[in-house]
């Protein structure tokens, strides 16, 4: 698909954002050692790559989004950048096959693009951590049971409610920055005139 020279002007700026997000953001969360800031750091750049799909309502437009934050991902402080760069190639591509189910943006799509992103950053860690930096299973699942001993209280004997729990966390948190991406691209919509969808599903 061809997009207009206006059209990847305005993917590229979207892109660059969600890329600024992982830059200066991703590193302020991660030097702080926040827990979870792989979810929010998925949350905002979805946010930003939803409002972008306003601006160019057509397929692959997510993607290309996406794309651009990724390459701007290289010019993140630190030595491992291809976790991260997988990740928001992932996230970019979900969003993007959850927006094109839907015929127009709205608010439903975002809310499910957004948490369908936040939910990868919980599968992540067993694609990228085996594949790419060879951890083990066992370990990384310990690693997900430790976590949800220190969010929920959980012990490890409690598996099932620590995935629960955090599969719920993900999506609640991912459908709220859905909510809150179509909320400011209708008051984008209104301030800058633009010729943008009329809201659906809302």
Partial sequence: MKFTTRELVLMAVFGALWGLVEISLGSIIHAINLPLNGMLLSTIGVMVASLGRLFVP??????FIGVIAMVLKLFSIGNILMGPMVGIFSEALIAELILDIFPNPSQ????FACAGAALWTVVQPFVTG???FGRNLLVI???LLDLGFRLFGLP?????????AMVAVHFVVGGVGGWMA????????IRLGANLPETVGS
């Fill in 182 to 189: 179509w909320q400011l691209g209708k008051v984008l919509q």
């Fill in 130 to 132: 085996v594949l790419l």
């Fill in 58 to 63: 057509r397929r692959g437009s997510t993607i």
């Fill in 108 to 111: 439903t799509a975002f809310i």
């Fill in 156 to 164: 490890a004997q409690a598996a099932l409610w620590i995935v629960v």
């Fill in 141 to 143: 699942w310990l690693d």
